[in-house]
């Protein structure tokens, strides 16, 4: 029965929107990359990255382009578990499916899903297959489920107070000047003139920076954070329509027997 069960299973094609996530991810990371490539072109960023003294626009940058990295990582293992998840759900939905809860789920396509089958069965055999509450074992599921995805709303805060940081430097720096300012002195003026300049571009460019960085990562962190909720709600109407229902019956079963002998 488990060579049987595995077949069908391992031809079984895979759902488009399985990878919609991580091909979402794609899209605006490219288009990203695209927006990048002409504000390079144009200068922007070399003005940007050479008029900060600081060099805050570059730990932004450089802190934006790992947080894309762990995004694209996390992205990918949900939609692993999406494709697990439907692949349980197609095992479970054949014919004679509900054999596979015999085992254990152990023949099962491996992940968080089928953990959480698994802590099923293994709950109900031990209250002897009197009804299942999941309710822990769901809060367990979305967590595991949820990972590191909260480091998405750490990096848009400290990005955004990068950028804050940046501003309040760069006034610092156009203010400075004014203190010891002698408006007699032109050489003096013309020297303050460029140092307030130079303290004007530090702050609207970190700003900038700052901004656009925690704006992009939040509609990253935001798209990997539906997409974990979607596979949740595949996890939670699977069992509750292929899971708890079998075994339930199953405790019937086995309480109809007792009373019989």
């Known amino acids: 029965m488990s060579s049987m069960t595995m077949g069908p299973m391992a031809r079984q094609p895979a ?23 002409l504000l390079w072109r144009f200068g922007l960023i070399r003005l940007m990255l050479t008029s900060d003294r600081t060099y805050i626009s570059s730990v932004i940058a450089v802190l934006y382009v790992l947080t894309c990295g762990h995004c694209f990582l996390r992205t990918r293992a949900i939609a692993r578990e999406g ?74 805060d400290t990005l955004t107070k990068l950028g804050l940081l ?28 460029g140092l307030m300049s130079d303290g004007m571009a530090v702050a609207m460019y970190t700003t900038l920076a700052g901004l656009v ?24 109407v699977l069992t509750e329509t292929y899971v708890t229902p079998v075994l339930e019956r199953k405790g019937a079963g086995l309480k109809g027997a007792g009373t019989a002998s």
């Open 15 to 37: 759902d488009p929107s399985e990878r919609s996530a991580l091909l979402f991810w794609m899209i605006f990371t490219g288009l990203s990359i695209f927006a990048v490539v």
């Open 166 to 193: 940046g501003t309040i430097i760069g006034f610092i720096i156009m203010l400075a000047p004014i203190a010891g300012l002698d408006a007699a002195d032109k050489v003096a003026m013309r020297s303050s003139m």
């Open 213 to 236: 960085g925690s704006i992009l990562v939040r509609v990253q962190y935001y798209m990997l954070d539906a997409a974990t909720q979607r596979v949740f709600s595949d996890a939670v």
């Open 83 to 156: 494709a697990s998840a439907q692949r349980c759900r197609a095992a479970l939905a054949a014919p004679e499916g509900s054999k596979v809860l015999d085992t254990g789920a152990a023949t099962l396509p491996r992940g968080l899903v089928r953990d959480h089958i698994e802590s099923l069965v293994t709950k109900a055999a031990a209250q002897d297959y009197r009804p299942v509450d999941q309710t822990l074992l769901l809060r367990t599921l979305a967590d595991r489920l949820r990972g590191s995805n909260g480091f998405g709303a750490f990096v848009s």
